[in-house]
């Protein structure tokens, strides 16, 4: 009889932002993404990412974000990372789950425990928070060419150097630059 292997936990970010390094606008503005000329509706690869993974861990003012837009863009478990809130706004019983921990390390932990192995992170705060405990696989950053000149930072202040390897990157429509950047192994 062979051993079992542990489980692992495999996270993606996904994201975009814009030339100077802004994920948001002030006061979360995201209309700058729909000033992107996109004639054709592409995804990006969009769909493809999300039939890859097995749940979401999104932070509360991202969840805010996205429940605003007046429909759900998920057809996956979202769970949001929340020490505040005590109920989901109505509507979002089965599609959004509330978690909380004292560390993102600890929430992948009760997802690792659900059974999802691939989680996306979004977020910025999350995001961050997951770059400082060492638990980001990957990044998957499209740049977008508009300056925003202040907003929320992609990458504030994470106070050491941390060691990425580009995977992949391609030009989308002749305007935006998509990279897929790893952690190596040995970096964790």
């Given at each position: 009889m062979r051993p079992t292997q542990p489980q692992a936990i495999y996270t993606i970010a996904y994201?975009?932002?814009?030339?100077?390094?802004f994920i948001a606008g002030v006061d979360n503005d995201l209309s700058w993404l729909e000033q992107i000329d996109n004639p054709t509706?592409?995804?990006?690869?969009?769909?493809?990412?999300?039939?890859?993974?097995d749940a979401l861990l999104m932070g509360r003012h991202t969840f805010e974000t996205v429940a605003s837009f007046g429909f759900w863009p998920y057809n996956k478990p979202v769970y949001v990372a929340s020490q505040?809130?005590?109920a989901l706004p109505e509507g979002f019983e089965d599609k959004a789950f509330l978690i909380s921990g004292n560390s993102v390390t600890e929430m992948l932990e009760t997802l690792l425990g659900q059974g999802h192995q691939r989680i996306y992170i979004d977020g910025g705060q999350l995001i961050q928070s997951a770059l400082a405990e060492s638990q980001l696989d990957e990044m998957v950053i499209t740049t977008v060419p508009v300056l925003l000149g202040q907003g929320i930072s992609l990458f504030s202040n994470q106070g050491s150097q941390i060691p990425w390897q580009l995977?992949?990157?391609?030009?989308l429509l002749d305007q935006l630059v998509k990279s897929t950047y790893r952690r190596p192994t040995d970096s964790k």
């Open positions: 994201m975009a932002q814009s030339l100077d390094g509706q592409d995804d990006f690869g969009f769909a493809q990412f999300m039939a890859s993974v505040s809130l005590h995977a992949h990157s391609e030009v």
